[in-house]
């Protein structure tokens, strides 16, 4: 039975101390100890929870020898392992970003169609369009090109080795934090500026001489500031794979790709493929684009309820 072995040497791969481990598996250190010296044998769930922490089979852990496949894969990795993910985490965020831009500039250009006579508003509702497809069009590529490369990457060096100290980590899990904070209080703010100026609109408060023109210039910046607080949510959550390498390493170690991650892509494939057909048909791109924020919300639904089935944290 190799699992002393095989537990201590996972633990050290990722860094968790018996202490840390201990906490994950409500156990005591000593118990952890126990098992690393093959004084005592962990009972079947917690076995289970091993495996799934460590992303290896029951097999494996308690027969295998895990030392000998694992090391080759760190050292290929470690080298360009920073770069690529900062590679990875600005076309995501300029993806995402283009999109909502993207969305902004459309309805920028219908409010000031409103304005215009109508031979020219109707070619500039067609420009309007046809910037959502250009952006939307520049934002695929970045998701499909940089996707794929980091995703064949990630499959070439499965694991990858801290090349920050601890106290970079912790500092970055400080940002992280504060940003995260910082960026959803930036949307609620968001929020309420498109809710209190389009009601002062509806007042009267503020004077539009044209009222629809209005809207869709107050909604252009709601989606300009929007684009900027979720492209920032994105990088800084791509971004921390990079300091939290047992994850990363977690992740690559599945041997089926996440179930949330295939319905999540097709979900919000759907949900850009419904803003365009209802926009070019029905010329409802206001307020169409309320089918990205319901396509994200969707997204987290299925995300946690998948997770939590399978006991990921």
């Known amino acids: 039975m190799n699992l002393p072995q095989n537990l201590q040497y996972l633990r050290k791969r990722d860094k968790i101390t018996q202490e840390d481990l201990a906490d994950k598996l409500g156990v005591s250190r000593q118990s952890v100890s126990k098992w690393e010296t093959g004084e005592a044998y962990p009972e079947t769930d917690k076995l289970i929870l091993i495996c799934d922490l460590f992303g290896t089979t029951l097999d494996e852990l308690i027969r295998g020898d895990l030392t000998a496949s694992a090391a080759p894969a ?165 971004q921390r794979a990079k300091y939290i390498v047992e994850e990363y390493n977690r992740h690559n170690r599945k041997k089926k790709p996440k179930l949330a991650d295939a319905i999540c892509g097709a979900v919000m494939m759907t949900a850009a493929g419904i803003y365009l057909i209802i926009g070019f048909v029905g010329g409802w791109w206001h307020p169409g684009w309320v089918v990205f924020p319901v396509g994200g919300i969707i997204c987290t639904i299925v995300s946690t309820i998948l997770n939590a089935k399978n006991g990921e944290e």
């Open 74 to 238: 760190a050292k290929a990795c470690t080298g360009d392992y920073a770069r690529r993910t900062d590679v990875f985490s600005r076309a995501m965020a300029a993806g995402v970003f283009m999109i909502l831009v993207g969305v902004a500039l459309c309805m920028a250009l219908n409010g000031y169609a409103e304005t215009l006579s109508e031979k020219y508003r109707e070619l500039t509702e067609i420009l309007s369009g046809a910037a959502v497809v250009l952006f939307v069009g520049i934002a695929l590529f970045l998701f499909i090109y940089y996707g794929m490369s980091y995703d064949n990457f990630r499959k070439e060096n499965p694991i990858a080795e801290s090349v920050y100290t601890e106290a970079e980590i912790k500092a970055f899990k400080k940002k992280f934090a504060f940003v995260m904070a910082a960026l959803c209080t930036a949307i609620l703010i968001d929020v309420v500026f498109l809710i209190l100026t389009t009601s002062f609109i509806d007042l009267k408060i503020i004077n539009a001489s044209n009222a629809d023109s209005a809207y869709c210039f107050v909604t252009a910046a709601f989606l300009a500031v929007l684009s900027l607080i979720i492209g920032a949510m994105v990088y800084y959550g791509t």
